[in-house]
């Protein structure tokens, strides 16, 4: 149980007491009542706002109420004082020995510091990169991989489990040009020249290999052969090439999929079939006229009646036809039936998705609010471009002009961690620009330099003590004074901010707190630097020495469980 979890619990004793005591009524929802820092430090260590969202309900004066709560707090062993500020918000600065105590618990709990049961074992199905299989992942595909995965290990060490899911899309037309474009090169591989690959082709080097290992398999039998002989055969044998790729690619960045679906197997196992009889069943789908596009109508627009999902019963702007006219299934249609499929094995589903696809957002929340019975929790995170930059120009990315940036060229070039930890160092809905020197510049304005470096003079310390020949007592924290008091305090916050992660969704914020968690540990490196005293390697006070460097090991305890949620190593020496 965490500092936070453990001082709610102390609030809910309280106000339980004053339920008994009549001075709150009994029944009262307490889930707006809050835990947490107070924004300026020198008001306290915890702040609560019980007094202030309790008090209209209950029919009493917050301030009145904020006095009952903090009789009762200030009587906690663990409570130096307890103020009530404005209006009605109680303050509480604990005492020395709490802190001591949460630094041991640190050191205890060691790589489960921060784990919790928050997420009560829900089960949460992610579903991220799903890139189309027509090539190797590019850099436009990397920060969603990343935010998918990351977020995926932030659930599951916040209490939930958790299946990574990938989403083939293998029935649509661009598997078709895939599938051409494998052709070229398989005819090439026979000794053709083929010259400059038509255009609408994939011309990408990457798909060489594949027509050389189809020319192995098939010889020449299908070089003149009419497109109908060998179209399923080639897209079949191309995209299974694609995905060993994908896969490949992904597994640079440490990143494993639990589960791949396809949604040629999907629609050939006639889900979309059957999403459309439970949605009908309901009436839900109705056959009807789209209404004329708004302007002047295209030349070829004519009023056609196709089956509609009631997608507006749900917030849509507007009802979506699930098949065309040529009764083949809509991409929505198709996509509402693999949702549908989530749903039956997962409590709640989450899909990282880019930018561009958010004005589809609202049809898909509607169809998993329909076919779930708005039983299952869904987000649909959206992800903004990243815009690679070398040497101050913006490097051009193009999968058809077969030359873009590939993932993998990246992380050979400045490796998974700095891809990983940058990808998570702004909001996922922010834009982000990737300077290939300054994710690996040595300088605190570096957040992934800065973080590792923080790791790394941690772990410097017990070499140069065992170096110095110190022979090092059992720490004794009473030793550590209000600097490194501060350091506690502010790594007894690592539990909260995976919660309030995992609850938002939001796995940049670990990013967020572990920069300033190494600010504020570099802070206090450097007073030594001032004052030899304060230097925690000190050869002539061990007691001192085995202190400092208890905290030491604790703040790098918590910065290695941070990364780790992130998929990134904490380094124990930089060069």
């Given amino acids: 149980m965490s500092l936070y979890t453990r001082f709610t619990a102390h609030l809910d004793t309280v106000l339980d007491a004053l339920e008994a005591e009549g001075v709150l009524p009994a029944g009262l929802n307490r889930k707006p009542v809050t835990v947490e820092p107070p924004r300026d430090p020198s008001h306290g260590d915890l702040a609560t706002n019980a007094a202030m969202v309790l008090a209209k309900p209950a029919g009493t004066n917050p301030r009145a109420l904020a006095d009952a709560i903090v009789t009762k707090l200030q009587a906690l062993d663990e409570v130096e004082s307890a103020t009530i500020a404005g209006p009605g918000f109680i303050n509480l600065t604990l005492t020395d020995p709490t802190w001591r105590a949460e630094l041991a618990a640190i050191h205890a709990d060691a790589d489960d510091y921060g784990r919790s049961d928050f997420g009560q074992g829900v089960t949460v199905n992610v579903e991220y990169v799903s890139a189309n299989p027509t090539g190797p992942m590019h850099m436009g595909h990397c920060r969603g991989a990343v935010v998918g995965d990351a977020l995926a290990t932030l659930l599951e060490y916040a209490g939930h489990k958790v299946t990574r899911e990938y989403y083939i899309n293998d029935a649509g037309g661009q598997v078709d040009v895939l599938a051409r474009s494998a052709h070229v090169r398989y005819r090439e591989a026979l000794g053709e020249d083929v010259g400059a690959i038509p255009e609408g082709l994939y011309p990408g080097d990457y798909l060489v290999p594949v027509g050389q290992a189809l020319a192995a398999d098939y010889g020449d039998k299908f070089v003149g052969a009419p497109e109908a002989d060998w179209l399923v055969t080639f897209r079949t044998f191309a995209v299974a090439k694609m995905m060993d790729m994908i896969r490949d690619d992904l597994a640079l960045l440490g990143i494993h999929h639990d589960l791949f679906s396809s949604e040629a197997e999907l ?33 070829d627009w004519e009023p056609v009646e196709l089956p509609l ?8 702007d507007q009802d979506r036809p699930i098949k065309k006219s040529n009764g083949s299934w809509t991409y929505f249609g198709a996509d509402m039936a693999y949702h549908y499929q989530k749903a039956q094995s997962a409590d709640q589903l989450i899909d990282i998705w880019g930018a561009d696809h958010a004005g589809t957002v609202k049809r898909i929340q509607a169809a998993v609010a329909a076919l779930t019975e708005g039983k299952a929790r869904f987000d649909v995170k959206l992800i903004q471009m990243v815009r690679l930059l070398r040497d101050g120009e913006p490097v051009k990315m193009s999968k058809r002009a077969g030359n873009f940036v590939t993932l993998a060229d990246v992380v ?13 160092t702004r909001k996922a809905d922010a834009q982000m620009d990737f300077d290939f020197a300054k994710v690996v510049e040595a300088s605190k304005d570096n957040p992934v330099f800065y973080v590792q470096y923080a790791h790394a003079r941690i772990s410097s310390l017990g070499r140069r003590a065992q170096e110095a020949g110190i022979a090092l007592p059992a720490p004794d924290l ?79 305890q918590i910065i290695r469980n941070g990364l780790a949620l992130m998929g990134v190593a904490a380094l124990t020496e930089m060069q």
Avoid at 270 to 288: N, S, T
Avoid at 290 to 297: D, I, Q, R, S, V
Avoid at 412 to 424: C, I, S, W
């Fill in 478 to 556: 009473s030793l550590l004074g209000t600097a490194e008091l501060g350091l506690v305090k502010l790594a007894a916050q690592f539990p909260r901010v995976v919660d309030g992660a995992a609850q938002a969704r939001e796995p940049h914020r670990v990013a967020f707190y572990l920069n300033d968690l190494a600010s504020a540990f570099h802070g206090w490196w450097n007073m030594g630097n001032d004052d030899p005293q304060a230097r925690v390697i000190l050869a002539d006070q061990p007691a001192l020495t085995a202190t400092r460097l208890f905290l030491a090991q604790g703040i790098g």
């Fill in 412 to 424: 050979k070039e400045v490796g998974k961690d700095v891809v990983r930890f940058t990808m998570l």
């Fill in 309 to 316: 999902f009631r997608s507006t019963q749900f917030g849509d």
């Fill in 267 to 299: 629609q050939a196992a006639g889900k979309p079939e059957q999403a459309e009889a439970w949605l009908r069943a309901h009436d839900l789908v109705y056959d009807g006229v789209l209404e004329a596009p708004k302007g002047e109508l295209p030349d």
